[in-house]
């Protein structure tokens, strides 16, 4: 079966199992940047240049194949490498001993392996010692690497773009405690956790725009954090698609506008092991899960259906084109301290083919709408346009 996708700005073409065409302006390769300060060859470490380069510098790293772990803790740093097909990062047998827990408030430590470019400054307990600047990474592939690709944690005005996170056991690219941050034309595949997320950040003022998330365990997670922008991404053939969660550990998930996404044929099956949530996670479009003040707008939503038994929620499955369901009930999600969804807009979506229904509400919360929307079946019936 051969299915095209087409958006105002992209078009795509799936094959399932394979990104067949893949059209996003210069994704083969890193966006024009200013001149390098320095060039890292092959053979040569990446972090002996980072940690020689002045603030505000751009270290290029040369086509290759590296095998290091790095950390960016200094202001205005652009690493850049020759494009993801080109430029990759890979463990090491002995990685280094750093960033491998974070101090995440309020919710403790966080430990998710060796990471493959961490941009913090941490201390050696993982405590974040101050607000790092202005870091861009591009040109990438970060790949098979025990805990997250790329992660930003305590940034402001980050950036990471072309880059590939591959088959990497826990998210892709990822930031905690960040603000106006920017994730754009990069690519997610094989993540233990989500592709793209961006958690515990009460206001991230955060962008994640044109990219593309498959076979992972969620494609763009948004937790606890209020205030952002998602739209014009591909995200497909994972447990779930798009989703907002309040887990209660911040100020909620509030503030966000989705929009021109394109969600489609999320069946795979994560158990509530794998997801680490007292529920299993499969066939899910687009969730929002306690989240308030939240847009969606104009996406496409299709053939997201349960690769497994879904989970029930409040007398709804856990599954299907778009849910909007409460987090408040801490016998269905304990250790939660979430919330109803209220003031939701769901408008002018086209959500077709999903099982087992296109739109799914529990009917908690008060002021959620959903107009004009192009679909077939709900619950509770009476949803569609």
């Known amino acids: 079966m051969f299915r095209v996708f087409v958006s105002a ?6 094959v399932p199992g394979v990104l067949a065409a893949f059209v996003f302006t210069g994704v083969g390769q890193a966006a024009p940047n200013p001149a390098c300060t320095v060039h890292v060859a092959p053979g040569h470490s990446i972090q002996d240049a980072i940690d020689s380069a002045a603030i505000g510098a751009t270290v290029c790293v040369d086509a290759g194949t590296y095998h290091e772990n790095l950390v960016i803790a200094k202001d205005g740093i652009t690493l850049k490498g020759e494009g993801p097909e080109k430029t990759i990062l890979e ?30 400054d941490l201390d050696e307990e993982g405590d974040i010692l ?28 980050s950036r990471a773009d072309h880059n590939v996170a591959a088959n990497n056991q826990s998210y892709g690219i990822t930031a905690f405690t960040a603000t106006h941050g920017t994730f754009e034309y990069n690519v997610s595949y ?8 961006v958690g515990n950040s009460p206001n991230a003022h955060f962008t994640v725009q044109y990219n593309t998330a498959f076979a992972d365990l969620w494609g763009i997670l948004v937790r606890d954090a209020s205030t952002g922008s998602v739209r ?6 994972s447990c779930s ?20 996404n394109i969600v489609a044929h999320n ?45 029930n929620i409040h007398g709804v499955p856990l599954a299907g084109g778009i849910v909007v369901v409460s987090t408040a009930d801490i016998s269905i999600f304990p250790g939660f301290y979430g919330s ?19 739109l799914v509400y529990d009917g908690l919360g008060s002021g959620n709408h959903f107009i004009f929307n192009t679909c077939d079946t709900s619950s509770p019936a009476g949803l569609c346009r």
């Open 232 to 237: 014009d991404n591909l995200l497909r053939d």
């Open 340 to 358: 109803v969804a209220e003031h939701n807009i769901i408008v002018n979506n086209a959500v077709r083919d999903n099982r087992p229904f296109d």
């Open 130 to 157: 101050r607000v790092v600047n202005d870091v861009r990474l591009t040109g990438f592939t970060v790949r098979n690497f025990s805990g997250v690709g790329i992660i930003f944690a305590g940034t402001n005005r």
């Open 91 to 120: 463990p090491r047998a002995k990685p280094a001993q750093v960033c491998l827990k974070i101090d995440i408030e309020p919710i403790g430590y966080e430990s998710f392996g060796v990471n493959g470019i961490c941009v913090a």
């Open 267 to 311: 069946d795979k099956f994560c158990s509530a092991e794998a997801a680490e949530l007292p529920f299993s996670l499969t066939g899910v479009g687009i969730l929002i899960a306690g989240g308030d003040h939240i847009v969606l707008r104009e996406n496409r939503v299709r053939e997201n259906k349960p690769g497994g038994p879904p989970s």
């Open 190 to 197: 094989g993540s233990g956790d989500a592709g793209f997320y």
């Open 241 to 260: 698609g798009l989703v907002f969660l309040n887990s209660g550990t911040t100020t909620g998930v509030h503030n966000w506008r989705a929009s021109h």
């Open 9 to 14: 700005a992209r078009t795509f073409a799936i």
